[in-house]
């Protein structure tokens, strides 16, 4: 009986040592929205999110790179994360068909992505030149993504305004 005490110690002691499970990384935050807007037809999947965050902010960097004569910038951008965009696209898509729309899920999103260039326009389009200094910085940031998951964090970080409230589906 004694022989088995610190058997029995050492493994409770084992227990105790243990790490926790590392909890799940949260959500990104809902896309940010200026002014008032229209509500999203149906809720975002955190996918979803991410691409809708992506699209701004690759609308946010045409209308710099073009309004700051850095198209340069932008087109390496685009060349160098083109497979990313491409699902960020896809994944838009799937968003429109499962909402499900009248006009079906290329109008809608046509209709979301000139309401984009719209609101990056209008917003950033009348003061170029303070912005112009800025815009650098936001290139440099989105330059130094190395991956996929730096690249959501950091378009979720710039929170680039959206043309509608969207709100992330229940869990």
């Not at 790179?65 to 799937?94: S, V, W």
């Not at 929170?159 to 509608?164: D, E, N, R």
């Amino acid at each position: 009986m004694r022989a088995a005490l610190p058997v029995i110690a050492a493994l409770l002691l084992l227990g105790c040592a243990q790490k926790p499970a590392t909890p799940p990384a949260p959500p990104p935050p809902a896309p940010y929205v200026e002014g008032p807007a229209p509500t999203a037809p149906i809720c975002a999947k955190p996918a979803e999110m991410a691409a809708f965050n992506m699209a701004a902010t690759k609308v946010r960097f045409y209308v710099l790179a073009r309004n700051c004569g850095h198209i340069d910038a932008y087109n390496a951008f685009i060349t160098k994360n083109r497979p990313q965009l491409g699902n960020y696209e896809k994944t838009l898509m799937g968003y429109f068909t499962r909402a499900k729309l009248k006009g079906g899920a290329l109008a809608a999103k046509d209709d979301y992505d000139t309401g984009l260039a719209n609101a990056q326009s209008q917003r950033y389009g009348y003061d170029s030149t303070s912005e112009c200094k800025g815009a650098e910085a936001y290139y440099a940031q989105l330059a130094a993504a190395k991956n996929n998951v730096e690249l959501e964090a950091t378009a979720a970080a710039l929170a680039v305004s959206q043309p509608m409230k969207l709100a992330y589906c229940p869990s």
